[in-house]
């Protein structure tokens, strides 16, 4: 299942403002505060590593079972370009 990067990103923001909002109130220390961001940026880096496999693969997928076609398609795109210029 690809993971929604934009939920994830909402997810992680919402965090930030709820740690902020602690660190103001002095409720957590700093050194609390940059564990926590630190953990925050290690799952949204993940949740982003994910999200972009998951598309590389979806994309190479398409690419191998439909090679003739974005073949065809480009070398028209190549030959009417080609011919533009010609002309």
Do not use: C, K
Not at 36 to 62: I, K, Q, Y
Not at 65 to 77: F, H, L, M, P, Y
């Amino acid at each position: 299942m690809i993971p929604d990067l934009l939920e994830a990103t909402q997810e992680y923001m919402q965090q930030l403002n709820a740690l902020e909002a602690a660190y103001q109130r002095d409720e957590i220390s700093l050194e609390e505060v940059d564990a926590r961001v630190e953990e925050l940026m290690v799952d949204l880096g993940r949740t982003r590593r994910e999200a972009f496999s998951a598309l590389w693969a979806g994309l190479r997928h398409s690419l191998q079972t439909q090679w003739e076609t974005v073949a065809g398609a480009t070398s028209i795109g190549v030959l009417a370009y080609l011919w533009l210029v010609m002309n």
